[in-house]
């Protein structure tokens, strides 16, 4: 008789999850960040619908400070895949120059957060997937697979619907919406694990390689393009370097490693010392930053 | 690595200060699962905090800026560990009475339940109310720890009694285990390995304890339930149900039945996700083919050859979570399996005293209190009693106003009554009489304060409709209290019921062919769209828009004055709510104009449709 590994259990209530919403939202999107987590979540959507596409389209919020090669594997496996594929940008932002250099967490707010508000609005979705995981962060550990936002996207920590068994009530009032993850309860190995059984491609940057890269206040910082600021004091170095979480190349540290397959990659997971988002560098300014950013509308 | 482990998922949960973040804390780094990071964050937040250094395991949890500035814990935190054994998913739960329904939210999500007493206080109220949210939420396992033993010098006799305490209060729930260990989690006694300190104490350590227990329920062996998701139709050759199988399995060449229908088809395909397999067990989502044409709908529920409940009322225990509290006779939307439907709270059985599990009549229920009751669908459903099928036997009341999830319930047996009352089909239909008298029946609703003009309206709408050769009846607020109504006062559950008595008279009278007028204050949006919900399309709902200043000053029945006086309580626009219908068919200005403009008015709106 077969029995269900703990991989199989997070999968089916994974496509339970996006299947609820298809069914029952009246314009869902699926959000793709184009890192590994979107990866499984996108994978999981057309598995959850197979042999049917997924009935919504994806959306991709570009900072147009993302990595070269996530742009590049975005636009092509979007193609491969013949799904629809929505970016949107804050225009208003690049117009006014906003960049991760000079603008610190301005840079956060308006080219993420007020984008994706911008983005959600203008298409009038109700719901929108996101492949937010509770292990990543304490205030994300809190909060519901279905996420209810008032009409100006802010997430009430302290009066969240209760969730009870799998009945998840997906009822708004016009303007108001859902932020919907359905990989609330994988961790960082589920997805690593995840990814290698079910072989689905990522984007390169997660595997070692030699690359340049400076260092600046202890992360390493990837010199993607010429709009690099790289300081007198600091010089370009060429190592075997590999991403954990990919975000703004500015702005997403990588580490010294040589793991170039997922086994490698899984062990040197499973030994990690630090947690994945010590990379991420917006996230350590101050307690709590992560959840005033959530309650502005921030994923 | 192995990644074939199970899956356990449990909640801590018990008082407040009982130490439930510091015992799961303290278990995380024990086991060494605490990232350098964040072991580097506790040691500067307890430096912060006030535990003068000490590390404070807590703080692990506690992420919400409001919980650390109140050292409390608001919400559910999920927290995700892997031992050589076992892969684990554990829900922190507040023990605050305020977040109660968040620790409710906790318990629907697990199979097991650590509950923690502080071992110089002993089982407390809030103990046993998370006792019985968790036994009633599902849960067959739990485990009692007695926390604190340092605090007590690891007294034998003490424990013995906490645990013969807990024990009576668990005698009438439906439990598999019930284990008591006794531990400190600041010290780590029993936690991660047995202590020396507690030499008395025979059993295992918590985390031997949650490593090796066994709760695979025996879904697989039971019968086959797939509740449908969604109609998969990718183009006019594929046509396929999606589902999660809840219990039992199924295989390829199988006979199915679709519920409520009763219809039965053979499986011709099953998709495991993507990929085509002669056979799925419970737990696995799926989408089948069938080799007939079926109409199947999301919400219908496939089985093999059992026998689910079919009907429109049943039996259930509530858990009631708004801060809005609940009135038998309002409308909800319920939502069981993958089915959503209107439903009605038709009455409390009886209320639970958590304290002593006594029964109470109640005639409204609170915030965080349990009941039994019976509810009334507004069409048949499939549903099966909870402790034989989670998925179908749980459900959620949502407010129609609000949206807000306001209550949770596990459905005990659906009641006979409403499969033997039989819909009587009548040769002479709604359709006929209508025909008959030339005319659509219509259900005009008055709706405003006292004073407000709608009687006066009423009436002279409905001499223009008869001029006009139409058919018509006039219900009039103080006319049905004298007759139908006689026996309903003015509280708020004889409102609810007022309103209802006269949505089914309106109706009846629509059946009659008739257009109908009403004119009642229905001082509440609910119980407007429960009008609605029972009257359907030829509910028209007009809003005499006058402004309380001007009712007040015409006070034709002399009532406002009595008000004021205090010699009328609730009434209307003084001492109790009247709620501004927000999407009323018509609003109508009865201050600078004559009866007669407004009433044409209403005549005009209607014209098209009658």
């Known amino acids: 008789m077969k029995e269900l590994t703990h991989l199989d259990q997070l999968e089916a209530e994974a496509i339970y999850i996006i299947r609820e919403v298809a069914a029952e939202c009246e314009n869902p999107v699926m959000l793709y960040s184009v890192g590994k987590d979107s990866s499984v979540m996108l994978h999981l959507a057309l598995k959850a619908f197979y042999p049917e596409k997924p009935p919504f389209p994806f959306m991709h919020i570009d900072t147009t400070w993302k990595f070269k090669e996530m742009i590049q594997f975005r636009d092509r496996r979007a193609k491969e895949l013949g799904i629809e594929m929505l970016i949107h940008t804050n225009e208003q932002g690049v117009k006014d120059g906003i960049n991760p250099f000079d603008h610190g967490s301005a840079y956060t707010d308006i080219m993420k957060t007020q984008a994706l508000k911008e983005g959600l609005d203008h298409y009038g979705f109700d719901a929108a997937f996101g492949g937010g995981r509770r292990d990543e962060e304490k205030s994300r550990a809190k909060e519901r697979v279905f996420s209810f936002r008032n009409n100006k996207h802010a997430w009430d920590p302290k009066n969240q619907r209760p969730e009870m068994w799998k009945l998840y009530n997906t009822k708004l009032h016009k303007g108001e919406s859902m932020r919907v993850f359905p990989i609330s309860n994988w961790t960082e ?79 040197e997971t499973l030994g990690a010392i630090s947690s994945e988002r010590t990379t991420r560098v917006i996230d350590n300014e101050a307690v709590g930053s992560m959840e005033r950013r959530k309650r502005e509308g921030y994923f | 690595m192995s990644i074939q482990k199970s899956l356990l998922k449990f909640i801590t949960c018990g008082s407040v200060d009982d130490g439930k973040s510091t015992l799961i804390g303290h278990m995380l780094y024990d086991a060494k699962l605490i990232f350098a990071d964040q072991e580097k964050a506790l040691e500067l937040d307890s430096r912060l905090g006030s535990n003068e250094g000490e590390l404070d395991y807590s703080l692990l949890l506690d992420g919400l800026m409001a919980e650390r500035e109140q050292g409390i814990t608001i919400d559910v935190a999920y927290r995700y560990f892997t031992t050589a054994k076992r892969s684990f998913i554990v829900a922190d739960c507040p023990g605050h009475e305020q977040y109660t329904r968040n620790m409710a939210v906790g318990a629907s999500f697990a199979d097991l339940a650590v509950i923690l007493v502080d071992a110089s206080q002993g089982v407390l109220l809030q103990t046993k109310r998370h006792t019985r949210i968790c036994a009633l939420m599902g849960i067959k396992h739990i485990v009692l720890a007695v926390n604190k033993m340092d605090l007590i010098h690891y007294d034998k006799h003490r424990f ?111 998709l495991v996700t993507e990929k085509e397999e002669e056979s799925a067990i419970a737990g696995e989502p799926i989408t089948i083919c069938l080799n007939k044409e079926i109409d199947i709908s999301r919400g219908c529920v496939i089985v093999k050859d059992k026998k689910l409940e079919v009907a429109d009322m049943f039996t259930a225990s ?11 006779g309002r409308n909800y939307l319920i939502k069981c399996g993958t089915k959503i439907l209107p439903a009605t709270v038709m009455s409390i059985k009886h209320k639970v005293d958590i304290n002593s599990g006594k029964h109470i009549s109640a005639d409204q229920l609170f915030k965080n209190e349990i009941a039994e009751i019976d509810i009334a ?48 089909q009548n040769d002479v239909t709604r359709e006929f009489r209508a025909i008959q008298k030339s005319q659509n029946p219509l259900s005009l609703w008055f709706t405003g304060l006292s004073g407000s003009g709608k009687s006066t309206l009423a009436n002279a709408v409905e001499k223009k409709l008869v001029a006009l050769g139409k058919h018509t009846m006039l219900l009039d607020g103080d006319n049905v209290r004298h007759g139908l109504n006689k026996n309903l006062g003015f509280k708020e559950v004889d409102r609810i019921e007022n309103i209802r008595r006269i949505s089914e008279v309106t109706k009846l009278m629509n059946d ?77 200005q009865t201050v600078w104009r004559t009866v007669d403009e407004v009433a044409s008015e209403i005549v005009e709106f209607i014209k098209e449709k009658i």
């Open chain 2, 512 to 588: 009659a062919g008739l257009i109908t007028i009403t004119s009642f204050i229905s001082p509440y949006e609910k119980d407007r769209q429960s009008a609605r919900e029972i009257i359907g399309d030829s509910y028209i709902e007009v809003y005499v828009a006058t402004p309380l200043k001007e009712c007040e000053k015409r006070d034709t029945k002399g009532l406002y004055a009595k008000a004021r006086a205090g010699e009328i309580p609730n009434f209307t626009g003084i001492s109790a709510p009247y709620e501004e219908p927000t999407n009323p068919d018509l609003k109508v």
């Open chain 1, 189 to 267: 190995k589920d997805i690593w694990q995840y990814i290698k059984r079910e072989n689905i491609e990522i984007v390169p940057l997660y595997f070692a390689e030699e690359r340049e890269y400076i260092e600046r206040d202890g992360n390493i910082i990837l010199v993607d393009d010429d709009r690099m600021r790289v300081y007198e004091s600091e010089k370009i170095i060429k190592n075997f370097i590999r991403f954990r979480t990919l975000g703004c190349y500015p702005l997403t540290g990588g580490c010294y490693s040589k793991a170039n397959t997922l086994d490698e990659i899984i062990e």
């Open chain 2, 377 to 424: 669908l507004s069409e048949e459903m499939v549903f099966d009693n909870f402790a034989r099928n989670k998925a179908i036997g749980s459900f959620i009341l949502i407010d129609r106003v609000s949206n807000m999830t306001s209550a949770c319930g596990v459905i005990k047996h659906g009641l006979r009554r409403s499969t033997n009352v039989i819909w009587q």
């Open chain 2, 160 to 270: 013995e009694e906490i645990k013969r305490d807990f024990k009576t209060l668990c005698a009438n729930f439906d439990l598999s285990s019930i284990t008591v260990i006794p531990v400190s989690a600041t010290l780590g006694d029993n936690i991660t390995n047995k202590s020396s300190k507690t030499p008395w104490y025979k059993g295992q350590s918590l985390y031997e304890y949650l490593e090796n227990i066994d709760v695979i329920s025996d879904d697989v062996n039971r019968e086959f339930i797939m509740p449908v998701q969604r109609v998969c139709r990718p183009n006019h050759t594929f046509r396929g149900f999606q589902g999660q199988i809840e219990s039992g399995s199924l295989k390829v060449g199988e006979e199915i039945t679709v519920l409520p229908m009763g219809e039965k088809a053979n499986v011709t395909k099953i």
């Open chain 2, 318 to 328: 509530l858990f009631w979570m708004d801060n809005k509290e609940m009135v038998p």
